[in-house]
């Protein structure tokens, strides 16, 4: 028996120790010990591997656009919407395509392989769209890229977005999306959600919808969202990201609808980095956190991921396209520390990603496409700890980035004479 590439001795994200052996682009075997040929034989003994890091909200049309033309002042959501007004017509396809082919190379030197970006579909030219089917396709082979038609500025407040969103959907875009709290009023929003769903019905597409991101307790369009998820027979293809409001809902109010979201079978997509910088800047103190509920919608059995949002945007002013920050911070806001929240911290961020994108061939797992990661760290829990470096990432069989163990020199007398950069534990 040969195969084309042998992985020895990594750590699964179970605990287990195991060989993973690659065919061509898939998964041949995954076995405590192989012993067998191969073209390519890779020692990543101790170091923990799984499959790649997914993100399933994120925003390429204006990423690294950090300062252009100027910079958030204040920091807050309307005044990032301000500014990509701002930014919008001087956007070129050129000037997106670039942008977004730079961030996909960070994405792969930091393992995250499978991205879901919305794409602000209200500008009448399709720029944006037009440029990321290009980016779309010149990635594939190693990102798998689904776009979301986005009415960004609102599917009824903007003067053609309902027809700019069937436009971008005919063009070959992937996902329905959605921002119903950014509609005039609350009947309009509601009216949004249904309008939306329709489509993706007839369409036979998902749903991914910026939900109630906004401190305003009454915004309750996740309920509509879980109505017509029902309705329409859309259960596993719809996500809610944001839902920040349900952070101050009325929690009599939440305990009846958190049976709902779960029963529909909606997803949903904090986003933890952008959520605890942008929500509650109307606040004096006691602050609001401004993210969702999520060990309470995990307690009901809802699928829920941790999504980016933003990198150098006009929303966000850091970001590297890490998804183990993504996890860190999101563990923290929600107080997700034992060893069984940590663990699932890493697991929203690979596998249930994943499953929200509904990625069919996604998975460390025989017979699935050999798209993986191996970092320096020894476990899921200490990944998330250390955000450390992506030893080797592979993209179906291949290897796509590779970089060395950092470690810091020490000058101390009677020490030893190097300590790993982010001190992993021995
Ligand atoms: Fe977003």
Redesign the pocket.
Known sequence: MSFDVLLKGGSLADGSTADIAISGTKIAAIEPAIEAEAGQIIDISGNLVSAPFVDP?F?MDATLSYGIPRINQSGTLLEGIALWGELKPQLTHQAVKQRALDYCDWAVSMGLLAIRT?VDVCDDRLLAAEALIEVRKEVADYIDLQLVAFPQDGLYRSPNALDNTLRALDLGLDVVGGIPHFERTMEDGRRSVTELCEIAQQRGLQVDM?CDETDDPQSRHIEQLAYETQRLGLQGRVAG??LTSMHSMDNYYVSKLLPLIAEAGVSAIP?PLINITIQGRHDTYPKRRGMTRVPEMLAHGIRVGWGQ?CVLDPWYPLGTADMLDVAFMGLHVAQMTSPAEMQHCYDMVTNQNAAIMNLDDYGLQVGKKASLVVLDAGNPIEAIRLRPERLLVMAKGKVVARRDRQDTELSLPGRPSHVNRRHRTP
């Open positions: 909200h925003h919305h910026h990201s944001h986003n949002d």
